[in-house]
């Protein structure tokens, strides 16, 4: 399976600390997109990174790629009580030709972030 | 702008029930999916639609059909609703290609007694 994992499942932090979170994959990729979700909520797109980018940021997010290891890590600088939520990788997969492509998600990163 | 929105946002079956769950998007995307979300599984695809008039299945396919009918809209069907069929139902869009960037709607928990 090309599913990306997620790693760890469950982080725990204080504010102001940073919050690291690590995606694996089997297969080569497209791109690599990290997704947010508040409990109760959808997912909301955070950045995406494609297989020819090293690393990314937006805000207090930084990504980083290394395709040569199949793997990923969603950095979050300075964390809030309001960055709580669950945090999936999902890999993008194109075989080309008449194939629509794949996105696949990872089971997820529980982060808290105590005030 | 609404983005992507899901209608309804719970219900609640008995077995053998049939319901639609309906999602709209106003971002004139062309691409549009149904997940589904399970404890410990992440989000599986259930169906896709690259487009006006068209559908094509996706990892978890059994039990479901859907229709695009008109581009704004996807429609997600249970014709028989089973116990298994309990899950959270996330609608997304995309404006260009399956693997790029998508809109996730805000979901709709469905219970099947």
């Known amino acids: 399976s090309q599913q990306g994992e997620e790693d760890p499942q469950a982080l725990s932090i204080q504010e102001g600390e940073n919050a690291t979170m690590n995606c694996s994959y089997k297969t080569s990729i497209n791109n690599l997109q990290w997704y947010r979700q508040n409990s109760g909520r959808g997912l909301v797109h955070l950045i995406l990174?494609?297989?020819?980018?090293r690393e990314k940021h937006s805000g207090r997010l930084r990504v980083t790629l290394d395709t040569s290891k199949k793997s990923s890590s969603l950095l979050i600088t300075a964390s809030r009580a309001a960055d709580t939520a669950s945090y999936f990788c999902a890999t993008a997969f194109n075989a080309g030709g008449t194939s629509y492509g794949k996105l696949t998600f990872g089971q997820g990163t529980i982060l808290t972030v105590h005030p | 702008n609404a983005g992507v929105t899901q209608t309804p946002k719970f219900r609640v079956l008995k077995t053998g029930q049939s319901m639609t769950l309906l999602c709209a998007q106003d971002?004139?995307?062309?691409?549009m999916y149904w997940y589904r979300q399970d404890p410990g599984m992440g989000l599986r695809l259930i169906h896709y639609?690259?487009?006006?008039?068209?559908?094509a299945k996706g990892e978890v396919p059994d039990g479901y059909n859907v229709s695009r009918l008109k581009k704004q809209n996807f429609l997600l069907g249970l014709e028989s609703a089973a116990p298994s069929q309990t899950s959270v139902y996330f609608c997304?869009?995309?404006?260009?290609?399956?693997?790029?960037?998508?809109?996730f709607g805000p979901g709709t928990r469905l219970t099947v007694t």
């Open positions: 639609s690259v487009g006006e008039g068209t559908t």
């Open positions: 990174i494609r297989s020819n980018e």
């Open positions: 997304a869009s995309s404006y260009g290609r399956v693997y790029e960037r998508q809109y």
């Open positions: 971002m004139n995307h062309e691409y």
